[in-house]
Nanobody, 121 residues
Framework: QVQLVESGGGLVQAGGSLRLSCVVSGRTFHWYSMGWFRRAPGKEREFVAAITWSGSNTNSVDSVKGRFTISRDNAKNTVYLQMNSLKPEDTAVYYC??????????????WGQGTQVTVSS
């Protein structure tokens, strides 16, 4: 059974920072790509960022480029999302996922339960 557990969400003022973590258990973590997605209130879940198993390739949605950084520590079975210069429009539930290196949700097989990020103006 694969389990993904996110943490690090919370309430922060605009311009602030948060670092999300996602710990994966139950399978060989370092052979798989990882992604972060988010669902804002009243909106569909959308792609945020992805990273290959080696960490050598990353991709992110234009709206977070230059502000968010995805990284991973295979020794700890953990993927991170460093979020800087947060904006109110970043408010959402953030999910991590295991799968293929892709921005398409259908390419990910396992999902965490999500962590709430709220950015106040």
């Amino acid at each position: 059974q694969v389990q993904l557990v996110e943490s690090g969400g919370g309430l922060v003022q605009a311009g602030g920072s948060l670092r999300l973590s996602c710990v994966v258990s139950g399978r060989t973590f370092h052979w798989y790509s990882m992604g972060w997605f988010r669902r804002a209130p009243g909106k569909e879940r959308e792609f945020v960022a992805a990273i290959t198993w080696s960490g050598s390739n990353t991709n992110s949605v234009d709206s977070v480029k230059g502000r968010f950084t995805i990284s991973r520590d295979n020794a700890k079975n953990t993927v991170y999302l460093q979020m800087n210069s947060l904006k109110p429009e970043d408010t959402a539930v953030y999910y991590c996922a295991v799968g293929q290196y892709s921005s398409n949700q259908r390419d990910y097989n396992y999902w965490g339960q999500g962590t709430q990020v709220t950015v106040s103006s």
